[in-house]
């Protein structure tokens, strides 16, 4: 339920390669696939920084006619 709180804010941090980091503003944690997964539906965790590309994301344009 959404309650407006900080543990509900994300900061995009722009790592400068093409990639973003999502860090929670209230825990300052980095939104992390648990175990590195490549697998669909794996579940995603908030931990410090690892520096792995568990941590790494990016955006990819969606266009609608």
Not at 3 to 19: H, M
Not at 53 to 65: A, T
């Amino acid at each position: 339920t959404y309650n407006a709180g900080d543990n509900q804010w994300f900061r995009i941090v722009d790592k400068g390669d093409g990639t973003v980091m999502i860090t929670n503003v209230a825990s300052g944690w980095i939104l992390t696939i648990q175990g590195g997964s490549l697998a669909d539906g794996a579940p995603l965790i908030q931990s410090s920084d690892v520096g792995d590309g568990s941590q790494r994301w990016y955006f990819i344009p969606v266009y609608v006619h």
